[in-house]
């Protein structure tokens, strides 16, 4: 009887391997998330970019008369503020669901991290079961 555990070699070589295979899936995965994001993002200034083009445009045709100018300095407004916060709430959203999904994966990462220093608890109780029994043994006389 002892404290200390074996571990089965294979069983910890597939776990390794299945390691190997997960994690570098998983920062692909960050990455692709990150690049949505910023695509998300470059969308939404491109679309407000156009929207604020097409207000000035708007307001340089209604510049003739006073009343025409002040309706179109005022919609050009209301399209700019629309247009600034459709690009924030697409921001704020994009950057939430990249916040989700990045915290998601270190909790992930964190489990994988965890089993890793369970795995080098068992090999190292493992190590040190075979170091004593290598030490209680006694050795064999020489042969003279």
Do not use: C, W
């Not at 690049?35 to 156009?50: F, G, H, K, P, Y």
Request: charged residues 25%; hydrophobic residues 40%; proline residues 3%.
């Amino acid at each position: 009887m002892s404290s200390k555990t074996m571990i089965d070699e294979d069983e910890f070589l597939d776990i390794v391997d299945q390691m190997r295979i997960a994690i570098p899936e998983e920062i692909r995965q960050s990455k692709k998330i990150v690049q949505d994001r910023d695509r998300v993002i470059a969308q939404a200034q491109e679309e407000a970019t156009r929207i604020l083009e097409l207000a000035k445009e708007d307001a340089a045709r209604l510049v003739n008369e006073h009343a025409v100018t002040k309706a179109a300095q005022e919609h050009a407004q209301q399209i700019e503020k629309q247009a600034r916060d459709t690009a924030l709430a697409t921001r704020l959203g994009a950057d939430s669901y990249a916040t989700q999904t990045l915290a998601d994966m270190q909790a992930q990462l964190a489990q994988v991290a965890q089993h890793i220093a369970t795995l080098q608890t068992q090999v190292s109780n493992g190590l040190d079961f075979i170091t004593q029994q290598n030490h209680a043994t006694p050795e064999p006389p020489e042969a003279t």
